[in-house]
């Protein structure tokens, strides 16, 4: 195995060996909030003194880049020539505002919707984790699969899935991506390979080891041209679970390429991924099975790119998988029926200073590589897209009873033979929904 | 249906080859069951015609209309027996071999299925013609690679995952009842999962509690999946033919006990119904209904019936989600009475859904209440005379029914 688990930590390590209270913690973040990974390659721009950094921080030192040896080794050699310090180009930068932006338009359009009754059960919005699904999917190409859990709706977003099918999804109409079967926790897209959707925590994981898993059957097996790449969004909480272990096992095992991106937000609805951890440093999990295992600031989408950059390309090579740690935060609540009082408001606060698309809006105009005008336009465009898609899916009609039995089975015949002999599903009862099965 | 024909004539052998402890088993009867050997391959091939007026696409029940055809005209005398012996799980081996032949998608995972060759050797040498990555060798973490063959299952692959007890699939609930039951549905029909999930189950030869588990009463109720239980070399191969080609997800129950079972299979490619079920002996008095190791029992049970005269007729039901309501219903009316012989659990188990189904459907034609002779409800005991307690024996299945015919 090429990668090495000695993983450079740049950091003050006594402020990292009392993980038990959440104090110490919030005062580790304050840390992790400035990489050093980015200084380097930003400039100082990104995180220039707006971001809230106390005092007491600052003297302990910067950083929390931890990475292993491969990413370390890629900073080395790109260097930092003026010339090319920057990491986008000037359409890059605006794709990605503009599905950043996307992805907080449409949640807090679904905020919206939820309350005023359009839509039910358990909504999990991604407000504030956007740099994670931005960063990532932004780079990969149509045939690359991702995964993720019930926080899908981003996901789904920037994997391309029209704002009007997920929006129909989540009223639950017949035009949603699912047919209004699934919901917002079963984002599937097949067009454009999102496998969903899970509301079982650490459930996504092996199924994206297997989407994997058939990328490398088809290219060492069917000996087909396949760089299939698979992306796994779990969150802090997964990582503690049975499923996420046995995947990077089997994962670095075979060589899959995959990426496990972890996108810890410090907590699993009211627990504290400190009260549930015995090791919080996710990132550490993937040398013990022999992968690369990254932590990056999620809040910067920039950073995310980069690193993730780097894993797909592992992936793409066949190196195997990455474990990619994203250090981020979610504005709202675990979900529309969570209250959120456990959280506490200074470290809200702090994390909104961070915001990733004012960050990156910030990027854009010192870097000169947008104005206000130009921005204003993309918001323009995407407010009028997320209108469209609420008008969509307010028009669109609710699935008919016909529509019940439909998908329980690819081959109908699955339903069996009914006592007349015939199969069940040639019953014409069967398409009104009205068959005894 | 040539599967009635072989049968028939193989009938004898599973009994003498399988190596019970059990010293009330009687030889194989002579006239009698000859000829009634020689009218029910005409009655089995009479219902199995009456399923075939159906518009869809039966390519399935074609072939073994085809082979029944052939073997039609070679019932009366049959010196030069055609086809080949083998023993089950060699059929099943030999169906999962033709089938990866035919398409390049089709794959095992398992614990021990590649250089080990399976536990029941069921995937014997196929690693070495197909390589390591298609017959591949899984950590023990059944709840991953299940998940891992649902994920590949969506992504175009065929997989075939092998449970190395039954029990172990416990394991893998999550991952049977949520992704591989729902996930077509879910998606709104966008995913499919062809998945195939085998494994040995029923209790064996003191396995203890844990190793002799019947799953099929607790995955029965998950939505989305197909279950069917083999019994037989030659319904062994034509299902697990069957559920590699299907595109949902089925679930294959084979049992510890019937591995090596001896029969004489057609050459000819042939696949099985998943939906079906088998008819093994007809009768007139009463219908007993079983599967998988219980079906042995069962004909052990027939043949001191028959010798008191009683005429039972017996159905391998064979698929356990969904019950072939036809096959039974038709028995049901001719008959009237119903037995049915499982190794399931009491509670919960198939045959309290079958009892629930036929009264609901066919209540009417019903002459007494229907007896469903199940296990005990225990932990399947170490000991060896606790262990035959749990399960029904034949002397039960004899008693139950001339009490239902009195």
Redesign the interface.
């Known amino acids: 195995m090429a990668c090495s688990a000695t993983a450079k930590i740049i950091h003050n390590p006594l402020v990292f060996s009392s993980s038990r209270s959440a104090e110490k913690y919030e005062s580790c973040c304050k840390i992790s909030g400035r990489s050093s990974l980015g200084s380097k390659f930003l400039g100082k721009k990104l995180l220039s003194a707006k971001s809230a950094i106390s005092p007491a921080s600052r003297r302990s030192g910067a950083v929390v880049a931890v990475s292993s040896d491969i990413v370390k080794e890629k900073k080395v050699k790109s260097g930092s020539s003026a010339a090319s310090n920057l990491l986008i180009t000037k359409e890059e930068g605006l794709v990605l505002y503009e599905d950043m932006y996307l992805g907080r338009a449409f949640e807090d359009m679904c905020a919206q919707m939820y309350y005023r009754g359009k839509m039910f059960g358990f909504v999990h919005l991604y407000n504030g984790q956007e740099a994670v699904s931005t960063g990532f999917i932004k780079l990969l190409k149509q045939e690359d699969?991702v995964?993720s859990t019930y926080r899908d709706h981003v996901h789904s977003l920037s994997k391309g899935v029209p704002a009007r099918q997920v929006m129909s999804e989540l009223f639950g109409k017949t035009t949603?991506?699912?047919?209004?079967?699934?919901g917002s926790m079963?984002m599937?897209?097949?067009e454009h390979n999102v496998?969903?959707?899970?509301?079982?925590i650490g459930?996504g994981?092996?199924?994206?080891?297997?989407?994997?898993?058939?990328?490398?059957?088809?290219r060492?097996?069917?000996k087909e041209d396949c760089d299939e790449v698979t992306l796994a969004f779990f969150g802090d909480g997964t990582c503690n679970n049975?499923?996420f272990f046995?995947?990077l096992?089997?994962a670095a095992?075979?060589k899959l390429p995959i990426v496990f991106v972890v996108e810890n937000n410090l907590w699993a609805i009211g627990m504290s991924h400190l009260r549930s951890t015995s090791d919080p440093q996710i990132w550490k999990k993937g040398p013990a099975f022999g992968m690369p295992g990254v932590h990056v600031d999620g809040m910067d989408v920039l950073k995310v790119r980069e690193v993730a950059q780097e894993a797909i390309g592992r992936a793409r090579r066949g190196e195997g998988p990455t474990l990619v740690e994203c250090e981020t935060y979610r504005f709202r609540g675990h979900s529309l029926a969570d209250p959120d009082e456990l959280r506490d408001p200074a470290e809200k606060a702090r994390y909104a200073t961070r915001d990733p698309i004012t960050a990156l809006k910030k990027y854009l105009f010192e870097n000169n590589l947008a104005n206000e005008a130009e921005l204003k336009a993309v918001d323009k465009k995407i407010d009028e897209i997320i209108e469209d898609s609420v008008e969509f899916a307010d028009a669109s009609p609710v699935p008919a009873r016909n529509q019940l039995l439909?998908?329980?089975?690819?081959?109908p015949?699955?339903?069996?033979?009914?006592?007349?002999?015939?199969?069940?599903c040639?019953d014409p009862k069967f398409t009104e929904g009205t068959a005894q099965? | 249906m040539a599967a009635a024909i072989l049968h028939g004539v193989g009938a004898t052998t599973p009994l003498s080859s399988v190596k019970y402890n059990n010293s009330r088993r009687s030889l194989p009867g002579s006239g009698i069951t000859e000829r009634k050997r020689a009218s029910f391959v005409i009655q089995c091939y009479g219902s199995l015609s009456s399923g075939l007026n159906i518009g869809i696409n039966r390519a399935v029940k074609l072939s073994t209309n085809a082979v029944a055809t052939k073997q039609d005209s070679v019932t009366a005398s049959t010196p030069s027996k055609p086809g080949h012996e083998l023993l089950l799980f060699e059929a099943l081996r030999e169906g999962l071999e033709e089938e990866m032949e035919r398409d390049p998608w089709v794959c095992v995972m398992g614990e021990d299925v590649g250089h080990y060759g399976g536990s029941y050797k069921v995937t014997k040498g196929l690693a070495d013609k197909y390589g390591d990555l298609r017959v591949l060798d899984t950590p023990i973490a059944e709840n991953s690679f299940t998940g891992m063959g649902i994920g590949a299952a969506m992504t175009g692959l065929r997989p075939i995952v092998e449970g190395m007890n039954m029990g172990f699939l416990l394991l893998a609930f999550n991952q049977i009842s949520n992704n591989c039951g729902m996930l077509h549905y879910t998606s709104g029909g966008q995913f499919k999962i062809p998945i195939v999930i085998r494994g040995p189950g029923g209790v064996g030869r003191q396995l203890g509690a844990e190793h002799s588990q019947r799953l099929e009463s607790y995955f029965q109720s998950i939505p989305g999946i197909q279950m069917v239980a083999c019994s037989t070399p030659y319904n062994a191969k034509g299902l697990m033919k069957a559920a590699i080609r299907s595109d949902n997800p089925v679930i294959l129950f084979e049992h510890v006990l019937l591995y090596n079972l001896k029969e004489r299979i057609p050459d000819e490619e042939y696949v099985l119904s998943l939906e079906e079920s088998e008819m093994v002996r007809t009768g007139d008095h009463v219908t007993i209904l079983t599967y998988s190791r219980m079906r042995y029992h069962v004909m052990q049970a027939a043949k001191t019936l028959v010798n008191k005269g009683y005429d039972p007729e017996v159905i391998d039901i064979r698929s356990l989600k969904p019950f072939d309501l036809h096959t039974i219903g038709n028995s049901v009316k001719k008959t009237h009475r119903v037995v049915i012989v499982e190794e399931c659990m009491r509670t919960g188990g198939i045959g309290a859904s079958l009892t629930a189904s036929i009264n609901e459907h066919f209540h009417d034609y019903l002459d007494a209440p229907i007896v469903c002779l199940s296990s005990q409800d225990v932990p399947t005991p170490y000991a060896g005379t606790l262990e035959d307690w749990t399960v029904v024996q034949p002397a039960q299945i004899v008693a139950a029914v001339e009490q239902l015919c009195r």
């Open positions: 699969c995964v949603g991506c699912c047919r209004g079967q699934g079963h599937f897209s097949k496998l969903g959707g899970f509301a079982f459930e994981i092996p199924v994206a080891t297997g989407a994997a898993f058939t990328s490398k059957y088809k060492e097996v069917l049975g499923q046995e995947c096992n089997m095992l075979w439909e998908n329980v089975f690819a081959d015949r699955g339903f069996g033979i009914g006592p007349d002999g015939k199969y069940r040639e099965v």
